[in-house]
């Protein structure tokens, strides 16, 4: 059973560190709060060193009394346990619980996060600490939510040490059934003379002279990745059984392809999923960056979610860290609720002095209140307030992409055919057309229920098992359209190639099968039929009942299928076999939805974000211009928009030049 987040509205706020000021300050905190609209902090995410002076000594008088302020106050906290912090005492005492990385290296704490997540000592310490903080504050009024840890696994997912290595076998014997022969078949260790005679002998995928065995390091990223969530549910455990009814989060990051954890597994044991999300400057069109981490993470909620944390402006550990540009911080933070976030919060609220994060942004500036991103912050508080009947409403769409974390941890392991190829650079590529064209989007794992899907996308899916490959290509036989990126299907659960040709597990239904893969190099291209071309990847396919869309024009490939579509069972393949240029992708895929039946959630002009949410009454539909234009957008009868509270009497909705609309419009809308 899953426990709700019971806030009146949309939640507000940011990560609040009132520790690392005089309380004198405190005043002024709440009172600028007030202004803004700000109805739930996190607090406490990283103060054990005050919290617990020496251990077993704690002193909870200064958290006691920011508890009690906020209720005063009537700010909701999200007390965080502050284990992500382990203070120096501790590591004086356990200097083996520091993590060791692939080299040997044992790291230093004086940072944060440095820590062996195997390390028993540092399990005791911190489920100790989650245990006073949860009994002392269980009945506390200002509590609505635990806030386990911060960012699992954000600086420290893997630990080579001798314990973690202990842990790992453990998780192997577990994994294999005890049965080591079962280990080395998987793994393959026949080869370069692997083969363990004793499960003593398996240590992580530690630096070593040539490449290291696959599966042994795809493992490794599996276990890695439980090591930490059995750290998480530990604390959540002992926070549930100080307070049954609170909620718990941990705070994910989906995106800047942080890939330590397999968030598939992660979502079902919280109550609330939240994600954090950071614009990278580099990337020109953060924007659709910000819509595919949120489809994501809605799809793992499996419904609302909390954006935990993003910035105001710059932050601090790019090599430019570019602020935002006028209206840029609305609309990242809209676009985030557009995507089915509840609550909109920041890293963090009042911008440090001192520390590490001296340079990052805040919601309250060096500057103070006399800022444009204390206005803005203030703006949109005032809009969340306006929007807050939205809270609760769902996505709704007819389109899935396959999203794997295993499959993208064996495609990027070293000595693939090209390094160059990457998942999530592949989905965005997939996802960008999608997006222009306002197609709404759900993100599946290979073995998820798609009845309610038209289409399903699978732009980089190299590793899939039996069961997801059946699902998918039962999905085309039973009538869906599904359309496959290269690469895909290429090996099983165990990193061991499909035989008998590629795309593996996909050939039957593709009705292709390719018997070499000729990855193209950096800047290389290949024209196709029709006029574009493709890059990054080509294989001579041979069509073994598909019909041929498109070849390649030109290189040793000439004349052989690059794009194609098979009739399977009551439904359609395709298969894609090398990256098309975006015009080409873009008619590609236009023309696979519009075959498919499926229609945008509105057509906007270039530029001009489309999303919808659906409530129990009504439909919310999201509209913000990203190109500084403006645009008119038709809307239904009776429709409002709910940020100007204006109803809308001739059937379209203005969006203001780089602004933003919310158009409650009846449900009827949409089929
Ligand atoms: C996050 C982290 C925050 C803060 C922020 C800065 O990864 O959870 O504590 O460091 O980055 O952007």
Redo the contacts with the bound molecule.
Sequence with gaps: MKRTLSLPGLAYGG?YNPEQWPEEVWAEDVRLMAEAGVNMVSVN??SWALLEPAEGAYDFSRLDRILDMLYTHGIAADLATPTAAPPAWFFRAHPEALPVDRDGRRLSYGSRQTFCPSSPAYRAAALRIAGELGRRYADHPAVVMWHVH??YG?HNAECHCDTSAEAFRRWLRTRYADDLAALNDAWGTTFWSQWYYDWDEIIPPRATGAVPNPTHQLDWRRFCSDELLSLCTAERDVLREAAPSTPATT?F?VMYNFDALDYWRWAPELDVVSN?H?LRSTDPESEIDIALSGDLVRSLAGGPWLLM?H?TGA???QHVNRAKGPGELRRNALAHVARGADGIAF??WRAAKAGA?QW?SAMLPHAGTDSVIWRDVVQLGADLRALAEVRGSRGVAEVAVVWDWNAKWALELPSQPSEEVRQLDLVRSWYEPLWRAGIAVDFVRPGADLSAYRLVLAPSLYLVDDAGAENLTGFTERGGTLVVGFHSGAVDENCHVRLGGYPGAFREALGVRTDELFPLLPGETVGLEGGGTGSLWSERVRPTGAQVVSSYTDGPLTGVPALTRHGYGTGTAWYVATLPDPDTLTALLDRIRTEAGVTPVRVTPEGVEAALRRGRDADYLFLIDHRGKGAEVPVAADAVELLTGRPLTDGSVTVPPGGVAVVREPRSVLP
């Design positions: 990560d995410i990283f911060n960012e954000c705070n990051m954090d950071y944390e910035s932050v601090n550990w890293f963090q994060e990052h």
